[in-house]
């Protein structure tokens, strides 16, 4: 089998071996390349030491040292050159003890955690595959290097790679693998946070965000996410729907693009509604609140996820104003457009459709057709630069201290005011018409 390599990995490894070291493109790279798509990384591994990498290339960084990795850069890439290395005794699911160096390439690659990730290639070798990654490239296969148990017992966050895998590559978890996970799960409460939403986030932005499912089914979400488990078979008993809660969101999720974002927020839409359902006297379900609700659990599954700031204040207020509805008006529109935000509204939109297209055919015609009318309605607002926001407001808190008010909280009152008036009245949104009002207003 023939990879084609890019230039500066060629270079990497043709200069190590011209110094009578063994090198090869080893990992995802292989994989990808395998099947025909372009990696994002190209990982290096080879006979020689840390010392030795570092002697031959002129721009290096120390990113991993202790464990063999030294980076090499080449212009404005950088690539990760690591040393053949057998692993210690794992204490803590996920750190070796100690780091051994060998010659070795059969070595390092059996402490890898897929069979699909334990392949090497160089132009002379060509590939080089002991554990049958190819084997389990064909039969599209999810399957660890050796024992699953002492894969998943040396890292325990390897049981929710193997989930974001299968959802990456839509290949299925080898029953032996699986049967592993379900047994050893629980170690995933030792793993970081950051190394949690880091794998999360990878299985949300694939091409298969249901295979969520999966994670439930092997026990791995009642440990890092049991927010989620506690959707799985509530019922919705409403015309408007046909799945459970849980399962609404796995389709709630195919429909939103690759987005972090967008998928975040269907991840959490609907998490709230255990917590909310009631159900009347004819048996049917209600979820009043529910928006409000899951809000509030998105916020604390962020932030226990160690989610950024930005990412959190985004997704929470989209999960907030999920559900809300309106007629396609224009001043209906500006307003929501002042609420969600402008540059959340596109996202609204987008996730207002696809809770319509997870739910029953119940008035979905209708549901689809007023989320069109309200995108129109919303492009003519901007490209008329209708005023929604307090920097469009066509005066500003200077303005009404030359009026004569004083500095302080009044100010910022009279501005929401007066953005008030003119996201209902966009005419009225000129300097001297407000200058006016203020005057009228506070007998100036």
């Given amino acids: 089998m023939k990879i084609v390599l890019p230039n500066k990995v060629i270079m990497i490894i043709e200069n190590l071996q011209m110094h009578g070291y063994e090198a090869y493109a080893v990992g995802g790279c292989v994989r990808d390349s395998i099947l025909a798509k372009r990696p994002q990384d190209w990982d290096i591994t080879t006979s020689a030491r840390p010392e030795e990498i570092k002697q031959l290339f002129a721009h290096t960084v120390d990113t991993g040292i202790e464990h063999g990795t030294v980076t090499v850069l080449i212009g404005r890439e950088s690539f990760e050159v690591t040393t053949y290395r057998i692993d210690g005794v794992?204490?803590?699911?996920?750190?070796?003890?100690?780091?051994?160096?060998?010659?070795?390439?059969?070595?390092?690659?059996?402490?890898?955690?897929?069979?699909?990730?334990?392949?090497?290639?160089?132009?002379?070798?060509?590939?080089?595959?002991?554990?049958?990654?190819?084997?389990?490239?064909?039969?599209?296969?999810?399957?660890?290097?050796?024992?699953?148990?002492?894969?998943?017992?040396?890292?325990?966050?390897?049981?929710?790679?193997?989930v974001r895998f299968s959802a990456q590559l839509n290949f299925p978890i080898e029953p032996a693998t699986a049967d592993a996970?379900?047994?050893?799960?629980?170690?995933?409460?030792?793993?970081?946070?950051?190394r949690i939403q880091a794998e999360l986030v990878k299985l949300l932005t694939s091409n298969h965000p249901e295979r969520i499912q999966d994670a439930y089914e092997l026990g791995i979400t009642k440990v890092v996410l049991p927010e989620w488990d506690a959707m799985v078979g509530v019922a919705q008993n409403?015309?408007?729907?046909?799945?459970?809660?849980?399962?609404?969101?796995?389709?709630?999720?195919?429909?939103?693009?690759?987005?972090?974002?967008?998928?975040?927020?269907?991840?959490?839409?609907?998490?709230?509604?255990?917590?909310?359902?009631?159900?009347?006297?004819?048996g049917r379900d209600?979820?009043?609140?529910?928006?409000?609700?899951?809000?509030?659990?998105?916020?604390?599954?962020?932030?226990?996820?160690?989610?950024?700031?930005d990412t959190i204040k985004k997704v929470?207020?989209?999960?907030?104003?999920?559900?809300?509805?309106?007629?396609?008006?224009?001043?209906?529109?500006?307003?929501?457009?002042?609420?969600?935000?402008?540059?959340?509204?596109?996202?609204?939109?987008?996730?207002?459709?696809?809770d319509i297209k997870a739910q029953s055919p119940y008035m979905r015609r209708e549901k689809i057709e007023n989320i069109i009318a309200i995108r129109e309605v919303y492009q003519n607002v901007l490209a008329k630069k209708e005023c929604v926001t307090l920097k469009d407001l066509a005066i500003g808190g200077r303005d009404l201290m030359a009026l004569g008010m004083r500095p302080g909280r009044e100010i910022g009152l009279m501005l929401n005011e007066l953005l008030e008036w003119v996201i209902d009245e966009p005419s009225c949104n000129k300097k001297e018409i407000l200058c006016e009002y203020v005057k009228e207003k506070l007998n100036l």
């Fill in 316 to 354: 929470t207020r989209l999960v907030c104003f999920h559900d809300y509805r309106m007629e396609a008006t224009e001043r209906n529109v500006r307003r929501a457009m002042n609420r969600i935000g402008v540059e959340l509204f596109p996202y609204y939109l987008a996730i207002r459709l696809a």
């Fill in 181 to 194: 996970v379900r047994e050893l799960a629980p170690n995933l409460c030792h793993i970081s946070a950051e």
């Fill in 238 to 282: 409403t015309p408007h729907h046909k799945y459970d809660v849980a399962e609404h969101t796995l389709h709630a999720l195919k429909y939103v693009k690759k987005d972090k974002i967008l998928r975040l927020v269907m991840l959490f839409h609907d998490m709230g509604k255990p917590m909310m359902k009631t159900t009347d006297e004819n």
């Fill in 286 to 309: 209600h979820f009043k609140g529910h928006p409000l609700v899951s809000e509030e659990i998105a916020r604390i599954v962020m932030h226990r996820l160690k989610f950024d700031n």
């Fill in 90 to 162: 794992y204490e803590d699911s996920r750190h070796p003890k100690e780091v051994l160096f060998t010659n070795r390439l059969e070595e390092d690659l059996k402490r890898r955690d897929f069979t699909i990730n334990a392949m090497a290639y160089n132009d002379d070798v060509r590939l080089v595959d002991v554990f049958g990654g190819m084997r389990d490239l064909n039969h599209h296969l999810i399957r660890c290097v050796g024992d699953p148990r002492e894969r998943f017992t040396e890292d325990a966050l390897r049981m929710l790679r193997a």
